[in-house]
Nanobody, 124 residues
Framework: QVQLVESGGGRVQPGGSLTLPCTNS????????IGWFRQYPGKEREGTSC????????YYTDSVKGRFTISRDNLRNTVILQMNSLKPDDTAVYYC?????????????????WGQGTQVTVSS
C-alpha cells in the first residue's frame, strides 16, 4: 500500500532554497513514477514536475524549469524535489504523488491517495 509522506517545507526568503523529500511509509517507491504538485489556497493542485520510473527522465512545467530539480535516492527510498531561487509565487502546500506515467508531455494520472503535504512559504 502506498502512503506518501512529504517533508522539508518551511519559510525561506526569496532567492533561497528548500529540499523536499517524498517517502512511502507503506513500502517502496521503486517502480513508481513520481510527481510533485502544489496547491495554492482555494485552488486545485497543479503539477510542477515528475520523474519516470522506467528511464529516470524528468519533466518540469515552465514555472519551475531551471529552478527545481526532481531526483531519486534509491538507497533511501526517497524522491527529492530540490527547489532553488525560490519566489513568493512558489508559496503553496507541496505534495508528491505516484503517477501512471511521466513523459515529456507532462504528468500522467495519479494512482494513490494524497498525503498531508508540506507547507512552503517564500517571504521576506
Amino acid at each position: 500500500q502506498v502512503q506518501l509522506v512529504e517533508s522539508g517545507g518551511g519559510r525561506v526568503q526569496p532567492g533561497g532554497s528548500l529540499t523536499l523529500p517524498c517517502t512511502n511509509s507503506g513500502g517502496t517507491l521503486d517502480g513508481y513514477s513520481i510527481g510533485w504538485f502544489r496547491q495554492y489556497p482555494g485552488k486545485e493542485r497543479e503539477g510542477t514536475s515528475c520523474i519516470s520510473h522506467t528511464d529516470g527522465s524528468t519533466y518540469y512545467t515552465d514555472s519551475v524549469k531551471g529552478r527545481f530539480t526532481i531526483s531519486r535516492d534509491n538507497l533511501r527510498n526517497t524522491v527529492i524535489l530540490q527547489m532553488n531561487s525560490l519566489k513568493p509565487d512558489d508559496t503553496a502546500v507541496y505534495y508528491c504523488m505516484t503517477l501512471y506515467r511521466c513523459t515529456d508531455r507532462g504528468l500522467g494520472p495519479r494512482t494513490s491517495s494524497w498525503g498531508q503535504g508540506t507547507q512552503v512559504t517564500v517571504s521576506s
